[in-house]
């Protein structure tokens, strides 16, 4: 089994700045992918950055030039640095990670970690 647990999340203003982390534990080899989802209410979750173990990322496109996601591959930690918030991005944050285990590849997900942004 592997842990995701997740921190960082709370209330901000808008043009604020919140930094998420996501800490994997458990049994696993790597980590391949580690990505940032976040599910507003009423609506579905969706994808908002995601890194491989290279460190190449993506984003999605409300996001770019706002968010930075990186990860510390010794620590087996994903970030989520995420500036001039904007009350859309109010949601729950999850973090989710793609691991190599003995059976194969393997899906895991966080717990979730509310972010708030008032106007």
């Known amino acids: 089994q592997v842990q995701l647990v997740e921190s960082g999340g709370g209330l901000v203003q808008a043009g604020g700045s919140l930094r998420l982390s996501c800490a994997a534990s458990g049994n696993f080899f790597v980590i391949n992918v580690m990505a940032w989802y976040r599910q507003a209410p009423g609506k579905q979750r969706d994808v908002v950055a995601i890194?491989?173990?290279?460190?190449?990322?993506n984003y999605v496109d409300s996001v770019k030039g706002r968010f930075t996601i990186y990860r510390d591959n010794a620590k087996n930690t994903v970030y989520l640095q995420m500036d001039s918030l904007k009350p859309e991005d109010t949601a729950v944050y999850y973090c989710?990670?793609?691991?190599?285990?003995?059976?194969?590849?393997?899906?895991?997900w966080g717990q979730g970690t509310q972010v708030t942004v008032s106007s």
């Open positions: 989710n990670a793609v691991v190599q285990q003995v059976g194969g590849l393997a899906n895991y």
């Open positions: 890194i491989n173990s290279g460190g190449s990322s």
